[in-house]
């Protein structure tokens, strides 16, 4: 168990932010965090970004952040695992912290890229694969996704209809989200009518891509209890990595970065799934919900798709997943999106998620995902 605890939260919303610069985002969430932890005495700064290099014209985003947020000479540095970008960057402070190095850290994940359309964007995104062996062959982040599903639905004998309980699930919590960039409720029966982008995942299958930064304070788990109310203790921190071609997996409908990730940080809490209220898992598309919540052993192979028919997903199901709307209806800000995650489940700790609060929620788990599964880092909060 860690001695790591979050004092101070901060987010934007998830949007097209045409005006807004990277650094002005970053500088939000970073704002809100240290207003919430009510202080600005910080050793270090990790951000975690995706796509700044090829979509905004910016690298060094570390001294950039410190820059303007008016901590010019201290320690920062960027952190880089594709789309589990944030959630790395938060390990990294768990360990910074926790080594005894850091007194405070923050951390900060931010994605601008709504600036790029079409197929630079879509190339961006694709550089998480694997650059000689899937993306020389015109492989895209979605067409890896649909190989999956496809060989999914073949294994398993499932129809593209079933997979519509996680979308209907994530809009309905969206739309509860002033934060979510879709706030739009969705109907089962409209979801296999979505137009296709890489067959058979459709528009009602993947998660929007967005502009939004978030942002934590961490710091020993003694000192946060004489700093804030009520702490978020980050009782477990783990990332486990995969082969980073798709082609190269033994069986590539089990996500083994996540399952190891979700088991090694799961033991290094002390619980067991029994213990887990909600789960803030990397909803990219409907497939990976399913492959992660059987990888990190809520749902047996081939029955992950079953928790959202049964709505065991929902808010007030067994094992609730996308609360705030997850990466399908809030918006998935690449880089950002594993920062988001933690935010989430600590305002559901806090009892601070407004119309979106689950009862009696102690212990909850997130999972930001890299490229098809090639990276996967997993944490556990507890109050």
């Given amino acids: 168990m860690t001695n790591v605890s979050i004092i101070g939260l901060g987010q934007t919303d998830v949007s097209e932010k045409w005006e807004t610069s990277l650094r002005h985002l970053a500088w939000y969430a970073v704002e809100a965090a240290i207003d919430d932890a009510a202080t600005s005495k910080i050793d270090a700064i990790y951000v975690g ?28 540095v960027t952190v880089e695992a594709a789309q589990a970008s944030g959630a790395a960057a938060v390990r990294q402070a768990v360990i910074a912290v926790s080594s005894g190095l850091i007194e405070t850290a923050l951390v900060v994940g931010v994605e601008k890229s709504s600036d790029t359309t079409g197929s ?56 509860l989200n002033p934060l979510a960039m879709y706030r739009n409720r969705l109907r089962a029966e409209r979801f296999a009518a979505a137009p296709v982008v890489a067959d058979p995942v459709s528009l009602f299958d993947a998660a929007p891509g967005g502009d939004g930064a978030a942002a934590i304070i961490v710091t020993r788990s003694e000192r946060a209890e004489d700093m804030v109310p009520k702490p978020v203790h980050i009782a477990g921190s783990a990332i486990a990595t995969d082969s980073l071609s798709l082609s190269d997996r033994k069986n590539p409908l089990f996500l083994r970065a996540s399952a190891e990730s979700a088991r090694k940080a799961m033991a290094q809490a002390g619980v067991t799934h029994a213990d887990i209220d909600l789960f803030e898992l990397h909803d990219s598309t409907t497939i990976m919900a399913a492959l992660s919540l059987e990888a990190a052993g809520f749902a047996a192979p081939g029955e992950g798709w079953m928790l959202a028919r049964d709505g065991e997903i929902a808010r007030d199901g067994s094992i609730p997943i996308s609360t705030f709307g997850g990466l399908k209806a809030r918006g998935n800000p690449a880089g950002a999106t594993g920062v988001y995650q933690i935010v989430e489940v600590a305002r559901q700790l806090r009892g601070q998620a407004f119309d979106n609060q689950i009862d009696g929620v102690t212990v909850g788990m997130t999972q930001n995902i890299g490229g098809s599964g090639a990276t996967a880092v997993t944490h556990v909060l507890k109050v």
Wanted: charge should be negative; avoid cysteine; proline fraction near 0%.
């Fill in 49 to 76: 970004n995706m796509l700044a290099g090829e979509l905004s014209g910016q690298r060094h985003l570390g001294a950039l952040v410190a820059d303007f947020s008016g901590m010019r000479g201290i320690e920062a």
């Fill in 120 to 175: 630079a964007l879509t190339t961006a995104h694709a550089l998480s694969l694997d650059a000689d062996y899937e993306t020389i062959q015109g492989l895209t982040m979605e067409a890896a996704q649909a190989l999956m599903m496809r060989r999914y639905m073949h294994e398993y004998g499932v129809e593209v209809s079933d997979f519509a309980g996680f979308s209907v699930n994530a809009h309905a919590n969206g739309a």
